[in-house]
C-alpha cells in the first residue's frame, strides 16, 4: 500500500544571479514499513528532496501526495498542522529544545496535538524506553550523548504516531558505536511496528541496513535499487 | 506546558535575562517611588490648605466671594452655625470677619488680611495654634492680642509683644485703626500664607468695623475626613435660606484641585517614559534571542508547532520576563516607599523654595494601590508590545532555511 506518491517534482531555486534545479522531475513512491535511504553525493539534492516530502520547502512543480492528501494543495497552516500529525522528523544536529528533559521534548509534541497529559507520559515514557533511555527520562539534552539526544529525537518523532519518519543525515555527528546503536533501534521499530523511516545519507552504515536504497544526482534519480 | 517552556527559556542566557531584569526593576522601583514621593508632597500640600488656610467647607455671602467688600456680610449667623455644628462627621466650626487692611510696626507696614476669630472655634477647625514658634496663641496680651506670621514678623522687625497698628476701612468706609500687641508667631509650611494672613480676636475686628452683633463674613467647617465633605456640604445647602454659598475646598481654591489631577497625569506620563525606555532594551534583547533560536523556532516549525503558538511562545516569554522585573521593582519601589511613610524624607536644603510654593519640606511618601495596580498593567502591556516585532519576525521564519543554519 503506497502511503507516499511523488509525481514529476520539480525544485528550482532561481535568484537573482543562478538558476539550480536542485530537484529534477522526480516520480516515486513509498510504500508503509519501507525502511528507505535516498544517498548520492553532496549538493545532489537530498534534503532539498525531503523537504519537499515533508512540506517544509514548496516545489516549483509537481505533486505530493501522502495518504491521498495532496500535500501542496493544502494551506499554509494546513500543511502545519499536516505535518504534526502525519510526519515524524528526525534531524542531523537532533534540534531538541534544551530547556527540557528528554521525557519532556517528547511529550512536547503530543502537547501540540492536544492530547491529555496522562496518556502523553505513558507513551512518552513508553518510546523512551523502547529507544533505551528508560534511565535518562528526567536529563535534559545537555546533560546527554550525541546519541542519546538523537534517540530522544527518534521517540519525538514517534510520539505524534506518524505516517512516515523523515530522517536527514540522523547518524552524521555521531561515532560507530552510537550510529549502530540507533540503527539498530530504527530497524527494530520498522520490523516490529511498520513504521517507515525514510533517511537522506550518505552514510555507507545506513545505507547497508537500508532495505530500498535511492540514489540522487543533480536533483534526478539515478538509481532505485530495492533489496 | 508553553508557559514553563517560556519561564525556562528566561533562563538560558541568565546573565542577559538578570541584565534586563535589573533594568526593569530599577526602573519600576524609582518610578514608583517618585509617584509616591510626589503623592506624597501633594497630599501634605492639600492637608495642610485644608488644616490650616482652607478648611473642608466655606459659607460665604454670594456677593462677599465675587467682590469680597466688607458690607457682604452674612447676619444672625450664630444659630447658622451651631446647627451645622450638630451635623454628622461636622468636627467644627468657626465664624470670621475678614478685612484687607494695613498692618505697620515702628519700621515699615505691610498690606495683610485680617481675620477676626474666636480662637476656641478656631482651633477645632485650623491648626495654626500648633504651628506657633513664639509667644502664644492668643495667650499672654490681655487687649488687643495678634497673632501673625513669622515672614511678616520678619518684614514688620517686630517680636512678641511688640505694638503694631492695623488700619483699615470700616463699614462706613472711614477709616479706623487699632493697636495691637503680638502675641504669637507662627510658622505654617507656606511662607506666602504667614506673610499676608493676621488673627485677631472677633469682637476686636467687630468693633473695628462696626459690624452688627453674630456677623460674618466666612464661616468655615471642618470635617471628620475628606470623604464626608460633599455630604456634610449636602446636609448644610438645606439650612441655607440667603445668599449664602457653601463651597468646598476645590471649588474654594480650584487651582489645589487641578494640581492634584496634573500631578496624577504626570505620575503616569514619568512612568510610561520610564516603560518606553525600557520597551526598546526589552524589543533589543528580544531580537537577540530569536535570532539566536531561528534554527530552533524552525525546528519547531517543522515538527508542527502553529505559527500561533510560536507567537505566543515568544510573547508569553517577553511578558514573563518584563513581569519578573517589573514586579520585583514594584514590590521594592512599595517596600522604599511604606518606609517612607513614616520616615520623613528632609529637603530642608531646597525648603525656603518649597515653602514659597506652599509645600513642606518635610516629606513622606504616600502609596496609591490603584496606582500600584496600573503600574503592573502597564508593565504587562509593555511586555506584550515589545515581543510584538520579535515575535512577528520568529513566525515568518522559513522551516527549511532555519534548518539549514549550522
Redesign the interface.
Known sequence: MNIIEIKDLVKIYDSAEIKVTAVDHIDLTFEKGEFSAVVGPSGSGK?TFL?LL?G??RPTAGTVIIDGTDLWSLKP?QI??????N?G?V?Q?Y?L????TAL?NV???M???GRPKAERTKRAVGLLQAVGLGDRLHSRPGKLSGGQQQRVAVA?ALA?KPKFILA?EPTANLDSHATENLLNIMEKLNREEQITFIFSTHDARVVKKARRVITLEDGKVLSDEKR | MIISVSWRNIWRNKTRSLVVITAITLGIMAGVFSTAFMKGMMDKRIESAIHTELSHIQIHDSLYSKTNELKYYMQGTDALARRIDTLPHVTGVTRRIIVQSMISSAETGAGVKIMGIRPEDERKVTDIAEHITDGKYFEGIKRYPVVIGEKLAHKLNVRVRSKVVITLQDLNNNLTAGAFRVAGIYKTSNTVFDESNVFIRYEELAQLTGMPPGACHEIAIRVEDNRYTIPVRAGINPLLTGRERALTWTEISPEMSYVTQVMDMYMYIFIIIILLALLFGIINTMLMVILERHKEIGMLLAIGMSRMRIFLMIIVETVLLSLTGGVTGIILGTWLSKHFETHYIDLSMFGKGLEQLGYSSLVNTSIDPAMVINVTLMVIVTGIIAAIYPAWKAIHYDPAEALRIE
Open positions: 534534503t523537504n515533508g517544509l520547502d497552516r502545519i498542522d499536516f505535518r504534526l500529525h510526519i522528523f534531524f544536529s534540534n529544545l534544551p530547556v527540557l519532556e511529550e512536547f509534541i502537547h501540540l496535538q519525538r505524534s536527514d
